[in-house]
């Protein structure tokens, strides 16, 4: 591994302009408060369509948990980032007048594109929705660098492990043939293609990450990272298929976090491109989550269920480029960053859920 302080990367980023779009999200204000906090000049846009207060507060509002603990951490996101100053504007990166008057404005010189129907689950239940929030935002995103190709030094483009598909072995690398599956990955390997064809044609500097199951504090996505601690103190079983052998690699969103500011810091800027893996580089069971979720919730109720015929067979992603390249040394394995997540979101149920649980 490569040691280059964090320090380093910070200084590299002195002077930067950061803007994250679709940044309201779970990755998005967890990195907009590093970049705050390392001092860089950091601005959100985001519509707030995708785990929103509408989706919490009125679509589910027959959930009276979901509802108040999702809308308190959506609540606890704003404060953190106004406290942190950030700069935060209301909107849709599909309509490329209101971007462009946000870049006109704010004069980014790295921008990070997150918009999307984040879950491949919800965006199978809507293609079109999918296909339009991923790439017709992309496609401004695009442009925009384009037009300001003097400014702009890095866009960022968050794609997905999802691309890779159905695993072959136990792991895969940046080297491995994507062979993505289904609308969500299928946007996700189209938005790399195109984010490569902007950098070939028009010298862009670009950068690729792809992450993978990531979980902590103040997400809302209900993934399985949530669900399981969620269903634990609902007294909901925890739903294991086919005994939960499936495989993850799951990540503590520090870790991305960091990996992504050193990524942003270390880019080469105009005519360099990059892909990275960024997640902890250790592929764990469904069994080995829930089994953290029982220690922390002795109460919680496992249940095995048949194994779903069309589930995904994943694995690990291999890091070595990103710990020789950004010298990204993940330091939460599963053991202390999930259990740390369930400590803290015990805390927040009895502080916001109480005995109306
Ligand atoms: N969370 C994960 O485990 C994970 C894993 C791999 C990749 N990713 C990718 O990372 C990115 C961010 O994921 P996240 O977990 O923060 O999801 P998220 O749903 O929390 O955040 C996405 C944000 O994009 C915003 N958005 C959607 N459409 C928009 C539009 N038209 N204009 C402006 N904003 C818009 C949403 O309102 C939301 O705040 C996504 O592209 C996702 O696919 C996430």
New binding site residues.
């Given amino acids: 591994m490569t040691d280059i302080p964090f320090s380093t990367v910070i200084e590299k980023l002195s002077g930067s302009r950061v803007l994250l779009?679709?940044g309201?999200?779970?990755?998005?204000h967890n990195l907009a408060m590093l970049l705050r906090a390392s001092n860089v000049e950091t601005m959100v846009?985001?519509?707030?369509?995708?785990?929103?207060m509408v989706d919490n507060a009125f679509h589910d509002r027959g959930d009276l948990t979901k509802r108040k603990l999702n809308i308190h951490f959506l609540m606890s996101r704003f404060d953190m980032m106004r406290d942190a100053g950030v700069h935060l504007q209301n909107?849709?990166?599909?309509n490329f007048a209101d971007m462009a008057q946000a870049f006109d404005a704010f004069k980014p010189t790295k921008v990070v594109h997150?918009?999307?129907i984040?879950s491949a689950v919800e965006a199978r239940k809507n293609p079109g929705l999918c296909f339009d929030?991923q790439l017709t935002?992309l496609r401004n995103v695009l442009e925009l660098c384009r037009l300001n190709h003097e400014q702009v030094e890095t866009l960022m483009l968050?794609?997905?492990?999802t691309v890779y598909g159905d695993f072959e072995g136990d792991s895969v690398d940046e080297t491995t043939r994507p062979r993505p599956r289904g609308i969500y990955a299928n946007t996700?390997y189209m938005a790399e293609r195109l984010v490569r064809t902007y950098h070939h044609t028009d010298r862009l500097g670009t950068c690729i990450i792809r992450?993978?199951?990531?979980y902590g504090e103040r997400c809302v996505?209900r993934?399985v990272s949530q669900a399981f601690i969620e269903n634990a103190l609902a007294g909901r079983p925890l739903l294991l298929e086919g005994g939960g052998d499936g495989r993850l690699d799951f990540t503590y969103i520090e870790d991305l976090a960091e990996g992504m500011v050193r990524a942003l810091g270390l880019h080469g800027g105009r005519g360099s491109s990059d892909t990275f893996n960024l997640t902890y580089g250790n592929a764990r069971t469904i069994a080995e989550l829930a089994a953290i979720v029982k220690e922390v919730v002795p109460t919680a109720i496992l249940e095995e269920r048949p194994r779903a015929v069309e589930k995904p067979v994943r694995g690990t992603l291999r890091m070595d480029k990103a710990r020789e390249r950004l010298g990204f040394n993940p330091s939460w394995p599963l053991e202390r960053g999930y259990r740390q997540y369930c400590e803290w979101y015990v805390e927040e149920w009895r502080k916001v859920v109480g005995a109306n649980a």
């Fill in positions: 779009v679709g309201a999200g779970f990755i998005g846009l985001d519509n707030m369509m995708v785990n929103s909107c849709d990166a599909r997150l918009a999307a984040a929030l935002t968050l794609s997905s492990s996700k992450p993978s199951a990531l996505s993934r």
